[in-house]
Structures are given as C-alpha cells and as structure tokens.
C-alpha cells in the first residue's frame, strides 16, 4: 500500500505548475480569514489529476484513502476524492461502499473546499443516502460547520436528479439564513436544479421563503426563469 500511496504522490508532484500555484492559492481563498485558509497547491490541472486518478483507484485499500485526505496539498485531496467516487461507482459492494462512506465522514473536516465537496458528495454520500434513512444528512446540515453543510446540500444532487426533492427542500429550509456565500451558492444551485426538473415544485418553495432568503442564493436559483418571472423575484413582486 505504502509503496503506490507514494508512487502516486509523486506521479502529482512531477505534474506541479508553480504559476498556476499560486493562480489557484488566490481563486479558492487561501489567506488569511478566508475560508480557504492556510491551502496548499502544486498547481495541477484536473484532467491530468482524473488521469491519475482512474490509474490508481482500484491498487489502494480503502483505508489509503483516509491518509491521502490528511495530505497538507489541495490536489493530492482532490485526487483522492475523484478515486473514491470511481471506486464507489465501480463496485457492487455494499460492504465496501459502506467503508467508502465511513472513510469520507471521517475525513469530512478535509474536505474543505467547495470543489472537494462537489465532485464527491453526490456520488458518495448521497448514492449511499439515497434509499436509506436521511437523518444523517440533517444532522450535517445542522452542524454549524462550513463543508458538512455543503456535503448535506449537494449530496441531494443525487436525489434531485431522481426526482426526489423532499430532503433537498428541507436542508434548503435549515440554511435559509446561513452567513455564507459558499451555502448561498449551494442552496441556490440546488434549487435551480430542482426547478429544472419540476418548475412547480421550485416556484412553490421560492414563492414561499424568497423574500428572506440571501439574495445570492435567490439570483442562483431563479437563473433559468423568464426574465420576467426573475424580475418579479428580484423585486418582491410575487
């Protein structure tokens, strides 16, 4: 395990791009007070790390995965990541899968970027939740932490895409009034997918909280209405 967990490492590391380091330091808010903060990158482009990625998904034990969520760099998280979503997709196992989730919430607090948490959360967290009980779900919607909650939110990506909006609807409810633009666009996203599918279905829910929700999350969600359904929106006027 050991000897690929380092053979990959240094697969990334000869893939580094010091320009486009620090391109990346500054487009996912690294500074200081940013939610970012204290973040590592080499630099990688994605369709080189989803190269590596699919080369090296089935050769690491499960449990490699959670070492390679401790790695202090952004890309070496995010190829870990894109290998548990191939991993999980390829296998028929509901055993491994469960071990797959586990490793995931383990490591939640590492997952901390809203692009760790977006090509992850769906395929993992939500395919595991989506005929199963969703309190855990509202338990992280609930937890006052950053990426937990976006896990809960785009995790019902998986739902909404089986037209299943009910859970999406009531973690949208409990981050109504989140401080956070990164919930603002997660929520409104969600919900712009919802509307997608079932118009009705999004109309309702906005007619009812559109007026104290953030206005980023609104402008998100109301992106693909007729102008001037968004134009009433926008001004109160529904």
């Known amino acids: 395990m050991e000897r690929i967990k380092l053979e990959l490492i240094r697969r990334l590391d000869a893939e580094k791009k010091p320009e486009q380091a620090k391109i990346l330091s500054g487009f996912f808010k690294t500074g200081k007070g940013e939610y970012g903060e204290g973040d590592s990158f080499w630099g990688i482009k994605v369709p080189v790390q989803r190269a590596i990625a699919k080369h090296y998904y089935k050769l690491l034990p499960i449990r490699a995965f959670g070492d390679l969520l401790s790695h202090g760099v952004h890309e070496v998280r995010l190829t870990a990541l894109m290998m548990m979503v191939y991993r999980y997709e390829k ?68 739902f909404i895409k089986r037209d299943d909006f009910d859970t999406a609807f009531r973690i949208a409810e409990i981050l109504l009034d989140h401080k956070h633009d990164l919930i603002h666009k997660a929520v409104g996203w969600m919900l712009r997918e919802i509307g997608n599918r079932n118009y009705a279905a999004e109309y309702d829910f906005l007619k009812k909280h559109y007026q104290t929700m953030p206005r980023t999350m609104l402008r998100y969600a109301i992106e693909k209405f007729k102008e001037p359904v968004r134009q009433d929106f926008l001004k109160g006027n529904i």
């Open 91 to 158: 296998s028929n196992d509901d055993t491994e899968k469960q071990a797959l989730v586990k490793v995931y919430l383990e490591n939640k607090s590492r997952i901390n970027n809203w692009d760790l948490v977006d090509v992850s959360a769906p395929n993992i967290v939500g395919a595991w939740y989506y005929q199963k009980d969703h309190s855990d779900l509202i338990k992280l919607a609930e937890s006052g932490h950053l990426w937990s909650q976006r896990i809960a939110m785009l995790a019902t990506f998986y």
